[in-house]
């Protein structure tokens, strides 16, 4: 199945989105992060979208809020 995976990068607040082939909502997220890493994006997963638009639950793997030194 194809999920439209939309998220920030963590560092820049930037948008992202990518289609990710995967066979579950746990695949594609962690399919999405993988491939955002490779290009230097630390993401965080904001949706999963499925068919029809309908927006998944996904399993938060990591904590999304963190202090970073300037």
């Known amino acids: 199945m194809t999920y439209l995976v939309v ?3 963590h ?3 930037a948008p992202w989105h990518e289609n990710i082939s995967a066979r579950t909502v746990a695949r594609a997220a962690a399919e999405a992060v ?3 890493v490779a290009g230097g994006i630390d993401l ?3 949706a ?3 068919p029809n638009s309908s ?3 996904h399993p ?4 999304v ?3 970073r030194a300037a």
């Open 60 to 63: 938060v793997d990591r904590r």
């Open 7 to 9: 998220g920030v990068d």
């Open 48 to 50: 999963v979208v499925g």
């Open 34 to 36: 993988e491939r955002a």
């Open 11 to 13: 560092a820049t607040l």
């Open 65 to 67: 809020s963190r202090v």
């Open 55 to 57: 927006v998944l639950a």
């Open 44 to 46: 965080i997963v904001a």
